[in-house]
């Protein structure tokens, strides 16, 4: 009998609330599309991959390289950080069934707010963050990087994610994939696939 696949979990939007689309331009008193078109759309993936650090995002997160309050970015942040609904029930189901759980993130070394705020480890591994790994999905390399380390091939592991691209990306290198919709219906597609009874 085959061994159980490891299950890959996209932590933003998949499993806890993204604060970049409501709590964020909020903090920076703009509307969705005035941000996106005042950031810099090169420096947050480049703190995501690790190649920035605070310093370096505060001084080119904006095109015209205005000042801003970092701390305070990251103290909101933090702050709206919580678990999407039915999210921790599921979570602690998959624990109990024994499921073997592993983070693959496109996120900063902000992973560790996450962390402290909602205890994330209790139910999988922070194995493969981009800010760790230097590379952030969809690149092939972010998922075949995660199945050898675990010893895997591709398809002895099920990626979830809420994007369709990243879902895609996996997909394309032999990685069952999941789109994220909402708990209830990724409980009932992990169920069809055997993963919970």
Not at 17 to 44: G, I, N, Q, Y
Not at 169 to 194: I, N, S, T
Request: hydrophobic fraction near 50%; charged fraction near 25%.
């Amino acid at each position: 009998m085959s061994a159980p696949p490891v299950l890959l979990l996209d932590v933003m939007g998949t499993l806890v609330h993204d604060p970049f689309f409501v709590e964020v331009p909020a903090f920076f008193a703009m509307d969705m599309d005035t941000l996106l078109a005042a950031k810099s759309p090169h420096a947050w993936p480049a703190f995501e991959r690790g190649e920035l650090d605070e310093d370096g995002l505060a001084a080119c997160y904006f095109a015209d390289a205005r000042a801003f309050d970092l701390a305070g970015l990251r103290a909101c942040m933090a702050e709206a950080y919580r678990f999407l609904p039915g999210v921790e029930a599921l979570l602690d189901e998959l624990r109990e069934a024994g499921v073997e759980m592993h983070a693959l993130s496109n996120y900063p070394r902000w992973f560790e707010l996450i962390e402290a705020r909602l205890g994330l480890s209790r139910y999988l591994d922070w194995s493969f963050v981009s800010c760790d790994t230097g590379v952030r999905k969809p690149d092939p390399q972010a998922y075949l990087g995660a199945a050898q380390s675990l010893g895997r091939e591709p398809g002895a592991c099920m990626f979830v994610d809420d994007q369709a691209s990243n879902c895609a990306g996996a997909k394309a290198v032999g990685m069952p994939a999941l789109r994220f919709h909402d708990a209830a219906r990724l409980r009932a597609e992990l169920c069809a696939r055997g993963l919970l009874g």
